[in-house]
């Protein structure tokens, strides 16, 4: 089944501790997004990738950083989180290929509270 | 810059109809549609294109307006499952691709919309 996969679906965590939120998608996407989704907000782009060790800022990139070592998966690091950081975390993915007429795929969300 | 959504909120009776715009400050070079339901991912409705539209979904449809930077979804009839809330997303392109232009989706706050039995 196609599917974009994150991981963990819920996290409470303490400040300044380090996390990951895993993301991986099975449809050979090249491209790949995370957006983070509060209330009254909509969902606002974190970082983005056009393929394999191209990464790119979105709208909302401090305090996150991001990887593509792979095509498959672009994992989203919190180095120190930060209350402000509590919310509802999506990955998408889509074909990409310089395109735009494709549509995002969402992963299930990550809802994140940080103390 | 995010585009902008109107109306915030909406809210029917099944059967209804109703029209969701979608407006940017930019030149855009593609509108997305998605509906999120509670507790739930979003899902991809339609794009739009530059120079066409494009009818994808249901009593679902979408126009765009290159000249005035808006999109407009209408939804006809409307059922219950057509409760949630949505997203349009649009594409600005900054530069050529070829200059290393690069797609950046930018969404909406969305738009709630209600429909009652």
């Known amino acids: 089944e196609a599917q974009v996969t994150q991981n963990p679906r819920y996290l409470i965590t303490v400040t300044g501790k380090k996390l990951t939120v895993t993301c991986s998608q099975n449809?050979?996407?090249?491209?790949m997004s995370w957006y983070r989704q509060d209330p009254g907000l909509g969902l606002r782009q974190i970082y983005y990738?056009?393929?394999?060790?191209?990464?790119d800022k979105g709208d909302v990139p401090e305090g996150y950083k991001v990887s593509r070592k792979e095509k498959r998966n672009f994992p989203l690091i919190l180095e120190s989180p930060s209350p402000n950081q509590t919310s509802l975390y999506f990955c998408?993915?889509?074909?990409?290929?310089?395109?735009?007429?494709?549509?995002?795929?969402f992963g299930d969300g990550t809802r994140l509270s940080i103390l | 810059q995010q585009p902008v959504q109107s109306p915030q909120a909406v809210i029917l009776r099944e059967g209804e109809d109703a029209v969701i715009n979608c407006s940017s400050s930019k030149a855009l070079y593609s509108v997305h549609w998605y509906r999120q339901k509670h507790g739930e991912a979003p899902v991809f409705l339609m794009i739009l294109l530059k120079g066409g539209e494009q009818k994808g979904h249901e009593k679902i449809s979408a126009s765009f307006n290159e000249k005035k930077q808006q999109s407009s979804l209408y939804l006809t009839a409307s059922q219950l499952s057509y409760s949630g809330t949505y997203f349009c997303g649009t594409e600005a392109l900054l530069k050529p691709r070829t200059q290393g232009g690069s797609e950046k989706l930018v969404f909406g706050k969305g738009t709630k919309l209600t429909v009652n039995p």
């Open positions: 990738s056009m393929n394999v060790e191209v990464t």
């Open positions: 449809m050979n996407h090249e491209y």
């Open positions: 998408a993915s889509s074909l990409g290929r310089g395109r735009s007429n494709q549509p995002q795929h």
